[in-house]
């Protein structure tokens, strides 16, 4: 054992062992607690991301739920205009026979006055060309005795006509 002593690479190597045990343990805590602190920061980070992907994947559905709400509401809002737009036309539709029908009776009326103010204004003439007929032959065929006699039967009767 005294070879082993004197030889001066021993005393390193013996150096360098008692270093790498005081250092090491030292160094060995140090990077344990190093990697145990980096562990626990991954560790975090991996919690962080799961939560955030729920997070995400949450607000995901819900933006899904409220696109097939919008979506389900478009169609009854387009459901409703539809019908909205059917029973307009249709009103639409029976506004213009109504009016049609009013226009038609009006039309109607306008005519049948029409035809009895022809019809007047024909029996007035012929009214007329009669009594022109009959002032003439009157005049004509007439002579005293007939005339007296007529105005005197037309005295008779009148009392008859008014009542």
Do not use: C
């Amino acid at each position: 054992m005294g070879e082993f002593f004197s030889n001066p690479e021993n005393w390193v190597a013996l150096g360098f062992l008692a270093f790498i045990a005081l250092v090491g343990k030292r160094a060995y805590a140090f990077i344990g607690s190093s990697l145990d602190q980096r562990s626990e920061a991954i560790k975090s980070n991996l919690d962080e991301a799961v939560r955030l992907r729920e997070e995400a994947q949450n607000l995901l559905a819900g933006y899904q739920r409220k696109q097939r709400d919008a979506e389900s509401d478009a169609k009854d809002i387009i459901e409703r205009a539809k019908a909205e737009a059917e029973s307009m036309a249709q009103d639409a539709v029976d506004a213009i026979e109504q009016s049609v029908k009013r226009r038609s009776e009006l039309a109607l009326d306008r005519i049948g006055q029409a035809e009895a103010k022809a019809l007047k204004e024909v029996r007035e003439t012929a009214i007329d060309m009669a009594i022109r007929g009959a002032e003439r032959l009157i005049v004509e065929g007439l002579d005293e005795t007939k005339a007296d006699k007529m105005v005197d039967d037309a005295i008779k009767d009148l009392g008859k006509k008014l009542h």
